[in-house]
């Protein structure tokens, strides 16, 4: 197994490389000691099934095997490397396990939409197997994890935790391009409705259960030719807006209003970011996007705890 150790932000010109023999399986049961192993940094890991399977990985020293797990997802640029730097910090302050996946384009083209409406892998199925090997090596015991995912990653861990509630504590959903509605008549990926030969049922009883957040730029607000990535139909523009800030607040009324109906108290919330224009950097730097996503997550920092 290859280790890449990287260092906290600003990225390094050059990284060590060191060839480590993949370590023997830890099982929680196994472990002598209250807390768990400590990565040294952020560590580059490759799936011991899948050599091509690619994530980074952060254990804060001194936390127990039922230290929560973040799990953050990446936007179209495929920038695992930088979430999981730009996290670092935050998690090692709220004692929180890391983990940030990687899903190339030439295996995951449709990712953000769990590989459910397109061509690929089915990118559900490749996290569930990072965890399983996550929580095997390093003792973690807990079944469920938190989410964030920055723009296409916005878009692939709330189709997750729709899909998935049972392993999903809450979400958090920075500046994602288009949702999917808690709609049951409408069909997939613009709402629930899957096709009969796909196993999953998307279940809104479950999954508007899930306290999820959306944080968007206030100067997000580009489209056309400035923003190309961003889907731009008749049928998206009609049910969900022309900008991601008009998207992502009109889906969080749509789902706090989904939960109500169904009696439901679920915490939902839509933030704007000072300043911020689409950029997963901009918003960590000038928006305060971490504090504001372990916030919502986690609760204040363990300074601020009485």
Known sequence: MWLMALDTLPAPAAVERTVAAPAPPVCPSAHPASTLLPTRGIVRRELATDSAQ???LYVPPGIGPNAPVLVAVHGVSRNA????RRFRRLA?????????PLFPADRFADYQRLGLTGPGARSDRALQAILA??????????????????SGGGQFVHRYAMAHPEQVTAVAIGAAGWYTFPDAKVRFPHGLKLNRRTALRLQPEQFLRIPMAVFVGERDVRRGRDRPELRQTERVDAQQGL??????DRWINAMRAAARDRGLDTAYRYEVLSRTTHS????MKRGRLGERVFHFLFGPPPRLKN
Not at 92 to 100: D, E, F, I, S
Request: net charge positive.
């Open 280 to 283: 997963f950097a901009t918003s």
């Open 133 to 150: 090997e996550v929580r095997q090596q390093t003792g973690v015991t807990g079944p469920r994890m938190h989410l964030f995912g920055y």
């Open 243 to 248: 900008t991601r800030r008009e998207r992502g």
């Open 81 to 84: 490397e930088e979430q999981a």
């Open 92 to 100: 090692r302050q709220y004692g929180v396990v890391l983990v940030a």
């Open 54 to 56: 690619i994530y980074y």
